[in-house]
């Protein structure tokens, strides 16, 4: 096995992190922000499933302490969402 110039016989950090050379900081830049950007959309697609799913189970009556606890959000926030929403508080659903 050829080692580098870091005297590493896996070869640099770079050439571990990129399956092709990236001879260029400005490539470098263009790569790392393709893939900052694709994961940011893939955290908001998770994050409006989560958040679909979250009405759901309000709507099928699990009480929002419950909902917060199983989420990443808090109950404050599954609260306004219920409100947002038209989903009536636990007291008002028992009620109808």
């Given at each position: 096995?050829?080692?580098?110039?870091?005297?590493?016989?896996?070869?640099?950090?770079t050439?571990?992190?990129?399956?092709?050379?990236v001879?260029?900081?400005?490539?470098?830049?263009t790569?790392?922000?393709?893939?900052?950007v694709?994961?940011a959309?893939?955290?908001?697609?998770?994050?409006?499933?989560?958040?679909?799913a979250?009405l759901?189970?309000?709507?099928?009556?699990?009480?929002?302490?419950?909902?917060?606890?199983?989420?990443?959000?808090?109950?404050?926030?599954?609260?306004?969402?219920?409100?947002?929403?038209?989903?009536?508080?636990?007291?008002?659903?028992?009620?109808r």
């Amino acid at each position: 096995m050829r080692e580098d110039h870091t005297g590493s016989p896996h070869g640099s950090a770079t050439q571990l992190r990129y399956s092709v050379s990236v001879p260029e900081p400005r490539q470098r830049i263009t790569a790392t922000t393709r893939r900052y950007v694709a994961s940011a959309e893939a955290h908001a697609a998770d994050r409006r499933a989560v958040i679909e799913a979250c009405l759901a189970a309000l709507r099928a009556g699990v009480p929002p302490t419950e909902v917060a606890a199983l989420s990443p959000f808090t109950a404050a926030y599954i609260r306004r969402l219920a409100r947002e929403n038209g989903i009536p508080p636990p007291s008002h659903r028992a009620m109808r």
